[in-house]
Structure formats: C-alpha cells, structure tokens
C-alpha cells in the first residue's frame, strides 16, 4: 500500500498532477460543485 501512496505523491508532484490539482480547486470553488460533494459525502455516510 505505501508503494501505491508513493506513486501517487510523486504523480503530484510533477506538471500533470499540478494541473489536475488546480482544476480541483477552480471547480471547488463553485457553489453547485460543493452542493453536489455534500450530497454525496452525505449518501456515502448514510450507506454505512
């Protein structure tokens, strides 16, 4: 499992990873994206 971990902060790390870390946080920025993430954390916790 840390191998996979690793990849994935090194995947980050580099201009690909950047850009998606950047698109993420311009569509968290948009109130009906955070509406939506809710809804979902909220269904999410309600399965368990």
């Known amino acids: 499992m840390a191998g996979l971990l690793n990849r994935i902060k090194a995947f980050l790390r580099g201009p690909k990873g950047q850009q998606m870390t950047n698109k993420a946080r311009e569509m968290a920025k948009d109130p009906r994206n955070r509406e ?13």
Not at 36 to 47: H, I, Q, S, T, V
């Open 36 to 48: 939506r993430a809710r809804r979902a954390a909220e269904k999410l916790r309600r399965k368990r």
